[in-house]
Nanobody, 115 residues
Framework: QVQLVESGGGLVQPGGSLRLSCAASGSKYGFYVMGWYCQAPGKQRELVAD???????NYADSVKGRFTISRDNAKNAVYLQMNSLKPEDTAVYYC?????????WGQGTQVTVSS
């Protein structure tokens, strides 16, 4: 059974940093695309960044230059380094993995940016 477990969320002041981690397990096919999505109250879930097993990355315009996605294929883990955080980054952040074309989601971790 595929499981994605996120960690690293919390409360941070504007301009601060957080690092999210997601550990994936349970797939005999590996994890081709892994990524992070966010969902703020009253809004749809949207892409923050994703990365392929080959290292190709894709970022939402709103986070370019501030967030960095990376992964460790040996550990089936994906990370999101978030710098220069803004109040509008406040949301629940979800880890997503695509396995043979099917998406799997973690349970989400809350990120709150507030003074």
């Amino acid at each position: 059974q595929v499981q994605l477990v996120e960690s690293g969320g919390g409360l941070v002041q504007p301009g601060g940093s957080l690092r999210l981690s997601c550990a994936a397990s349970g797939s005999k096919y590996g994890f081709y695309v892994m990524g992070w999505y966010c969902q703020a109250p009253g809004k749809q879930r949207e892409l923050v960044a994703d990365i392929t097993s080959g290292g190709t990355t894709n970022y939402a315009d709103s986070v370019k230059g501030r967030f960095t996605i990376s992964r460790d294929n040996a550990k089936n883990a994906v990370y999101l380094q978030m710098n220069s955080l803004k109040p509008e980054d406040t949301a629940v952040y979800y880890c997503k993995a695509v396995i043979v074309g099917r998406p799997y989601w973690g349970q989400g971790t809350q990120v709150t940016v507030s003074s």
